[in-house]
């Protein structure tokens, strides 16, 4: 004669089998769902660096009221200055909730590539290894390869006749 298995015996052999499971892979679901989170936050605060950056560079074509000046190229140096701060202004003013984020303007004479006109070159960093925007989870810090910065620039040309 045969014994026949019932099937609560089969059953009772694998009881907690998908507990086991389930606790096995917690751990790499859960490193997919932090990676994703990450690195969209990553994505997001590079965009908004760019956006900003881009901008503040439309914000130097606007004109800047400056004192008098000894000579038409000092005018021109002092125009380009104003400028270059306002767009760092306008530029900071869209990254409020990136802290931490600076803005460096370059004001060049004159265009590497045209040197007929004047340009100014905005660039925002943000120290993403200083402060970064989602906390790095014990164990898995390490794993995830982040960008120590996120920079962002745009420059805009303007016509030295303009610039007073």
Same mark, same amino acid.
């Given at each position: 004669?045969? !014994?026949?298995? /019932? $099937? /609560? ?9 998908? $507990?086991?499971?389930?606790?096995? #892979?917690?751990? &790499? ?18 965009? *908004? %660096? =760019? %956006? ?9 074509? *606007?004109?800047?009221?400056?004192? $008098?000046? !000894?000579? &038409?190229? $000092?005018?021109?140096?002092?125009? %380009?200055?104003?400028? !270059?701060?306002? !767009? ?5 003013? %869209? ?21 007929? #006109? ?6 925002? =960093?943000?120290?993403? /290894? ?28 303007? /016509?030295? &006749?303009?610039?007073?």
């Amino acid at each position: 004669m045969t !014994a026949v298995r /019932s $099937a /609560s015996g089969m059953r009772r052999r694998e009881r907690g089998a998908t $507990a086991i499971e389930f606790a096995l #892979m917690l751990p &790499v679901f859960f490193l997919i769902l932090y990676a994703i989170i990450t690195y969209g936050m990553i994505f997001a605060a590079q965009q *908004n %660096l =760019t %956006l900003a950056a881009t901008e503040g560079a439309r914000a130097a074509l *606007n004109y800047q009221q400056v004192g $008098a000046a !000894a000579s &038409v190229q $000092a005018a021109q140096q002092a125009a %380009l200055a104003a400028r !270059a701060q306002a !767009a760092c202004t306008a530029a900071t003013n %869209l990254t409020t909730w990136l802290k931490g984020s600076t803005c460096s303007p370059t004001q060049q004479g004159n265009c590497s590539y045209d040197p007929t #006109m004047l340009c100014v070159q905005i660039t925002l =960093t943000y120290p993403y /290894s200083q402060s970064p925007l989602i906390p790095s989870f014990p164990l898995l810090g390490s794993l995830l390869p982040v960008p120590s910065t996120l920079t962002g620039t745009a420059m805009v040309q303007i /016509s030295p &006749v303009n610039i007073i």
